[in-house]
Protein backbone atom coordinates (compact mmCIF):
# COMPACT_ATOMS: atom_id res chain seq x y z
CA UNK A 1 0.00 0.00 0.00
CA UNK A 2 1.60 3.32 -0.95
CA UNK A 3 0.46 6.40 1.11
CA UNK A 4 1.33 9.12 -2.06
CA UNK A 5 -0.61 9.31 -4.88
CA UNK A 6 1.19 9.89 -8.13
CA UNK A 7 1.14 13.34 -9.58
CA UNK A 8 -1.23 11.36 -12.67
CA UNK A 9 -3.79 10.36 -9.62
CA UNK A 10 -4.42 13.67 -8.84
CA UNK A 11 -4.77 14.47 -12.09
CA UNK A 12 -7.29 12.40 -12.90
CA UNK A 13 -9.14 13.37 -9.89
CA UNK A 14 -9.09 16.96 -10.01
CA UNK A 15 -10.24 18.56 -13.44
CA UNK A 16 -8.91 22.01 -12.93
CA UNK A 17 -5.21 20.30 -12.14
CA UNK A 18 -6.04 17.46 -15.55
CA UNK A 19 -7.24 20.37 -17.82
CA UNK A 20 -5.17 23.23 -16.82
CA UNK A 21 -2.17 21.11 -17.03
CA UNK A 22 -2.67 20.59 -20.49
CA UNK A 23 -4.00 24.24 -21.51
CA UNK A 24 -1.51 25.97 -19.76
CA UNK A 25 1.66 24.65 -21.38
CA UNK A 26 3.95 26.63 -23.11
CA UNK A 27 2.60 26.47 -26.85
CA UNK A 28 -0.89 25.25 -26.13
CA UNK A 29 -2.29 28.51 -25.97
CA UNK A 30 -0.25 29.79 -28.94
CA UNK A 31 -1.54 27.49 -31.22
CA UNK A 32 -5.22 27.79 -30.10
CA UNK A 33 -5.16 31.56 -30.59
CA UNK A 34 -3.22 30.72 -34.30
CA UNK A 35 -5.79 28.64 -35.45
CA UNK A 36 -8.52 30.46 -33.86
CA UNK A 37 -7.47 33.48 -35.63
CA UNK A 38 -6.07 32.05 -38.83
CA UNK A 39 -9.16 29.08 -39.31
CA UNK A 40 -8.34 25.75 -40.96
CA UNK A 41 -4.31 26.16 -41.20
CA UNK A 42 -1.42 22.90 -42.46
CA UNK A 43 1.42 22.83 -40.51
CA UNK A 44 3.74 24.52 -41.93
CA UNK A 45 1.86 27.55 -41.78
CA UNK A 46 1.25 26.73 -38.15
CA UNK A 47 4.93 26.69 -38.29
CA UNK A 48 5.62 30.00 -40.03
CA UNK A 49 2.80 31.72 -37.69
CA UNK A 50 4.85 30.34 -34.28
CA UNK A 51 8.78 30.76 -35.40
CA UNK A 52 9.91 29.84 -32.22
CA UNK A 53 8.41 26.46 -31.67
CA UNK A 54 10.27 23.24 -32.73
CA UNK A 55 8.53 20.71 -35.52
CA UNK A 56 8.99 18.73 -33.02
CA UNK A 57 7.38 20.58 -29.92
CA UNK A 58 4.01 21.99 -32.20
CA UNK A 59 3.38 18.04 -34.04
CA UNK A 60 3.21 17.34 -29.91
CA UNK A 61 1.25 19.95 -29.19
CA UNK A 62 -1.51 19.45 -31.87
CA UNK A 63 -1.52 15.61 -31.03
CA UNK A 64 -2.13 16.55 -27.77
CA UNK A 65 -4.66 19.06 -28.53
CA UNK A 66 -6.20 16.59 -30.66
CA UNK A 67 -6.32 13.94 -28.24
CA UNK A 68 -8.10 16.10 -25.84
CA UNK A 69 -10.81 16.71 -28.40
CA UNK A 70 -9.47 20.52 -29.23
CA UNK A 71 -8.01 20.21 -32.15
CA UNK A 72 -9.19 18.15 -35.48
CA UNK A 73 -6.16 17.22 -37.94
CA UNK A 74 -7.95 16.52 -41.62
CA UNK A 75 -5.67 14.55 -43.93
CA UNK A 76 -6.42 14.50 -47.38
CA UNK A 77 -4.88 11.43 -49.85
CA UNK A 78 -3.16 13.86 -52.30
CA UNK A 79 0.28 13.74 -53.75
CA UNK A 80 1.64 15.27 -51.77
CA UNK A 81 -0.19 14.21 -48.63
CA UNK A 82 -2.27 17.54 -47.56
CA UNK A 83 -2.90 17.57 -43.76
CA UNK A 84 -4.88 20.57 -42.01
CA UNK A 85 -6.14 21.77 -38.54
CA UNK A 86 -8.66 23.21 -37.14
CA UNK A 87 -11.05 24.29 -33.64
CA UNK A 88 -12.93 21.68 -32.76
CA UNK A 89 -16.15 23.04 -31.17
CA UNK A 90 -14.63 22.38 -28.21
CA UNK A 91 -11.81 23.83 -29.12
CA UNK A 92 -13.99 26.95 -30.14
CA UNK A 93 -15.87 27.33 -26.76
CA UNK A 94 -12.63 27.43 -24.95
CA UNK A 95 -11.80 30.75 -26.99
CA UNK A 96 -13.34 32.93 -24.79
CA UNK A 97 -12.68 32.47 -21.30
CA UNK A 98 -8.63 32.73 -22.81
CA UNK A 99 -9.20 35.33 -24.23
CA UNK A 100 -10.44 36.89 -20.80
CA UNK A 101 -7.30 35.70 -19.44
CA UNK A 102 -5.10 37.25 -22.14
CA UNK A 103 -6.66 40.23 -21.40
CA UNK A 104 -6.30 40.09 -17.91
CA UNK A 105 -2.43 39.61 -18.32
CA UNK A 106 -2.08 42.28 -20.45
CA UNK A 107 -3.47 45.00 -18.53
CA UNK A 108 -1.34 43.76 -15.59
CA UNK A 109 1.56 42.57 -17.43
CA UNK A 110 3.36 45.78 -15.86
CA UNK A 111 2.23 45.78 -12.13
CA UNK A 112 3.63 41.89 -12.65
CA UNK A 113 7.11 42.68 -13.92
CA UNK A 114 7.23 45.83 -11.47
CA UNK A 115 6.13 42.91 -8.48
CA UNK A 116 9.14 40.50 -9.63
CA UNK A 117 11.06 43.45 -10.10
CA UNK A 118 10.17 44.60 -6.11
CA UNK A 119 10.85 41.11 -4.13
CA UNK A 120 13.14 40.06 -1.94
CA UNK A 121 12.95 36.89 -0.67
CA UNK A 122 12.38 36.71 3.21
CA UNK A 123 15.97 35.78 4.71
CA UNK A 124 16.05 32.92 7.29
CA UNK A 125 17.05 33.66 10.84
CA UNK A 126 20.25 32.92 11.26
CA UNK A 127 21.37 30.71 14.01
CA UNK A 128 22.12 31.46 16.75
Do not use: N
Not at 15 to 25: A, C, Q, Y
Not at 82 to 104: C, I, K, N
Amino acid sequence: MTLHKSTADFAELCPIRDVLERLGDRWTMLVLFTLDEGGTQRFSTLKARIPDVSQRMLAQTLRRLEQDGLVVRTAYATVPPRVEYALTPLGTSFMDPMRQLVHWAAQHHEQVRTARQAYRPVQAAAPL
